[in-house]
C-alpha cells in the first residue's frame, strides 16, 4: 500500500468535462492533498494544511449551499459573480488553487530532478508561485517550513514501500493536478473572476 492507495479521492479521479472540473470530486481531492504535508513531519506546515483546509471549506459551505448551481467549479464562480456581493468562495477557490499549484511545482521538481532534496524542491516552488502574493510578514513563516523539510528518501519512504508504484502513481497524480490547476486558472483569467480577491 502506498500513500496514494490510501486517498479518499486522487486528481486523477476527478474528470474534467467540457472544460469543467466537479466540485464535489474536487474538495475531496483537494481534501486527500492536504494529508501529504503530514507525511512532511514538521509543524511547520500546519499553516499551509490550515490555510489550505480554510479554503477548501470557503468552497465547500458554497457547494453545500447550492449543490446544483454549483456542480462545477466554474458555475460556482458564475454562480457568486451573479449574485454580487461578497465572493467567498471564489476567493477561496483562487488562494486554494494557488496552494494546489505550489504544491504542483513543488512535486514536479522533485520528479524531474531525483538528486534534489526536498527543501530546495520547495523553496524554489514557493518563489515561483506563492511568494509573489504573500506580504513581508507571510513570507518568513513560509520560508521557515520549506528549510524544515524532511530528507527526500524519509519522505518517499513515508509514500510507500514499493518506491517504483510510489513514483509511477506521484506522477499521474501531478499530471492530474497539474490539468487541473491550469483548468481552474484559465477560467479565473478569462473573466478576471480573481480581481481584487
Not at 49 to 72: H, R, W, Y
Request: overall charge negative.
Amino acid at each position: 500500500m502506498t500513500f496514494f492507495d490510501d486517498m479518499k479521492t486522487s486528481f486523477k479521479d476527478v474528470e474534467i468535462q467540457d472544460n469543467e472540473i466537479p466540485t464535489l470530486k474536487f474538495l475531496e481531492a483537494s481534501e486527500s492533498l492536504v494529508t501529504l504535508f503530514d507525511l512532511l513531519g514538521s509543524s511547520a506546515f500546519s499553516v499551509v494544511q490550515s490555510d489550505m483546509t480554510g479554503n477548501i471549506n470557503k468552497v465547500s459551505n458554497k457547494f453545500l449551499s447550492d449543490p446544483e448551481g454549483c456542480a462545477t467549479l466554474q458555475k460556482l464562480i458564475l454562480t457568486e459573480v451573479k449574485e454580487g456581493g461578497k465572493k467567498t468562495a471564489t476567493q477561496g477557490l483562487l488562494w486554494l488553487t494557488r496552494g494546489l499549484q505550489f504544491t504542483a511545482v513543488a512535486m514536479r521538481k522533485c520528479i524531474d530532478n531525483p538528486d534534489w532534496e526536498l527543501s530546495k524542491a520547495f523553496e524554489k516552488s514557493y518563489s515561483e508561485t506563492l511568494s509573489k502574493y504573500h506580504s513581508m510578514l507571510v513570507k518568513p513563516i513560509f520560508k521557515l517550513a520549506m528549510k524544515a523539510c524532511p530528507y527526500r528518501k524519509d519522505f518517499f519512504a513515508k509514500l510507500g514501500e514499493d518506491l517504483a508504484k510510489v513514483n509511477e502513481q506521484l506522477l499521474q497524480w501531478v499530471v492530474a493536478l497539474e490539468n487541473i490547476v491550469q483548468e481552474v486558472m484559465k477560467f479565473f483569467d478569462s473573466g478576471n473572476y480573481g480581481k481584487g480577491l
